[in-house]
């Protein structure tokens, strides 16, 4: 796949608030898109079939498998979600920055292809407040709660691999950090390279100076 814009992961456990801090930063970043993933997990309520998440079958999810159509898949929570690469491709040639909101598995895969990645992991401020926030948002069935609970060490123990970290903890301040990751990343020294070329390119030779 040829990158020509950039690519960015956050990853974080249920609950710690990726999804809402992901709408803020899509309104105050202009030139970045979110991927919106495939799943095999039933919709919530409220949500809408290509915005969310395009809802699939878990035949179509493996017939997407076995066509190579996924960047990245995992089965996550015991369901399957992955990123469609002719989504990001369209994006990219759009000349859109692209967003995506996977889970640890898929960052770690997404990585692996991607060294030049963006990768930011939410963490929550104890897990006390994580439990409180999966409960109060209110949309999943306890038992699927406590399995997203399970999961957070395992989660949390492959923050390390992901090049920043923000707390969640109060919202509007989450959510300035996270944008100001966003508008810098541009601006590391590898992706400036071409244009020090370029500048260099302009600059007549010495020798040529000299007369
Ligand atoms: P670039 O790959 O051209 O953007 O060069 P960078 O200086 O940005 O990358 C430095 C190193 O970080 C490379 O060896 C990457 O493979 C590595 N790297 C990329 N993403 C991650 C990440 O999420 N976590 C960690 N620990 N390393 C990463
Ligand atoms: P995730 O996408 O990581 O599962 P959500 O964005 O759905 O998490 O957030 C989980 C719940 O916590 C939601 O009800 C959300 O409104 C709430 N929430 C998110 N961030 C904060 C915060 N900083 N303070 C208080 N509540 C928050
Ligand atoms: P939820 O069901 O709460 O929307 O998401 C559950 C988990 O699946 C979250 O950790 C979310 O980041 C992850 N997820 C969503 N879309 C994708 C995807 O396309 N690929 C991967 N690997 N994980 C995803």
Redesign the pocket.
């Given at each position: 796949m040829s990158s020509k814009g950039e690519l960015y992961v956050i990853a974080a456990p249920s609950g710690a608030g990726k999804t809402s801090l992901m709408r803020g930063l899509l309104k105050r970043c202009p030139r970045l898109s979110l991927s919106v993933s495939d799943t095999t997990r039933p919709a919530r309520a409220g949500e809408v079939d290509g915005e969310q998440y395009h809802f699939v079958s878990v035949e179509e999810f493996k017939a997407g498998i076995e066509a190579g159509d996924y960047l990245e898949y995992a089965e996550v929570y015991g369901n399957f979600y992955g990123t469609r690469r002719d989504r990001v491709e369209a994006l990219w040639a759009a000349g859109r920055d692209v967003l995506l909101e996977i889970d640890v598995q898929g960052?770690r895969s997404v990585?692996a292809q991607f060294?030049?990645?963006c990768?930011m992991f939410i963490l929550p401020p104890s897990m006390k407040i994580l439990a409180e926030r999966l409960k109060g948002r209110g949309s999943d069935a306890p038992e699927v709660i406590e399995r997203r609970l399970g999961e957070a060490r395992a989660e949390l123990e492959a923050c390390?691999?992901?090049?920043w970290m923000v707390v969640n903890d109060d919202f509007d301040t989450a959510l300035e950090e996270l944008t100001s990751i966003v508008k810098v990343w541009p601006l590391?020294?590898?992706?400036q390279a071409k244009r020090v070329t370029r500048l260099l390119d302009e600059i007549p030779a010495r020798d040529t100076m000299k007369d």
């Open positions: 960052a990585r060294p030049g990645l990768s390390g691999d992901f090049r590391r020294r590898a992706r």
